[in-house]
């Protein structure tokens, strides 16, 4: 899985320089045209659901709760930097020997590369892929003293993704993308995978 993570963003690299270099020269708007910033920038608010490995059971699947996904770049870049803050959460624990918690979740912190593919209609094509930072944690419920981080653990690894935008109107954007990342840490002293399978749902805004 991660040589095909490897080989999604040597295309994500190849399908942006292809792109730039087959390009029409922009032409310059006369006064009567709306002005379109150099910069173009995709902000969302996203949600959607995780499927961890069977180590995780019965916590594999779980609710994701997003936050955020940033993209940016300037309008002649062949490909766009991205930026993404992910959450999910269970009400259960893994089946792990020693674990006790109420509930359980992972976090993704993911920085990479976007190609959006330019179309003529509101529906644009993406791919995407880069490396993380990810997190698994445990954590308890103690009465009269709030949520107790049992165990947490951490690694690093690499994802990729294809969706699509929905430009709705000038500037509110909704869509969807399928995810995939690939980590391993430890958690309650076993090796354990944090990434996983992800749908997301993007609510957002696009300045023009």
């Known amino acids: 899985m991660k040589n095909a993570l490897r080989w999604l963003l040597l295309l994500i690299l190849v399908c942006g320089w292809s792109t730039q270099a087959t390009a029409q020269p922009e032409t310059v708007p006369d006064s009567t045209d709306k002005v379109v910033s150099a910069w173009e920038i995709h902000l969302s608010l ?4 995780k499927l961890l490995a069977p180590a ?5 699947h779980q609710i994701g709760l997003g936050l955020l996904d940033l993209d940016f770049g300037m309008r002649s870049w062949p490909v766009r930097i991205v930026i993404q ?3 999910s959460t269970s009400l259960a624990v893994p089946r792990l020997e020693g674990l006790r918690g109420d509930y ?4 993704e912190l993911n ?3 976007r190609k959006i593919f330019a179309t003529e209609g509101a529906i644009k094509p ?3 892929a880069g490396g993380g930072v990810y997190f698994g944690t445990t954590q308890t419920t103690i009465p009269n003293f709030g949520n107790y981080p049992e165990e947490h653990a951490r690694g690093y690894g690499g994802w990729g993704s294809a969706g699509f935008y929905w430009m709705a109107s000038d500037a509110l954007l909704v869509g969807m993308a399928a995810q995939y990342s690939s980590a391993t840490g430890v958690l309650a002293n076993q090796e354990i995978p944090i990434g996983g399978f992800q749908l997301l749902l993007y609510l ?3 300045p023009r």
């Open 111 to 113: 920085i990479g590369m």
């Open 204 to 206: 957002g805004w696009a």
């Open 126 to 128: 993406h791919i995407a």
């Open 56 to 60: 995780w059971a019965p916590a594999r």
């Open 46 to 49: 996203v949600a959607g659901y």
């Open 85 to 87: 803050l992910l959450n």
């Open 104 to 107: 359980c979740g992972t976090s």
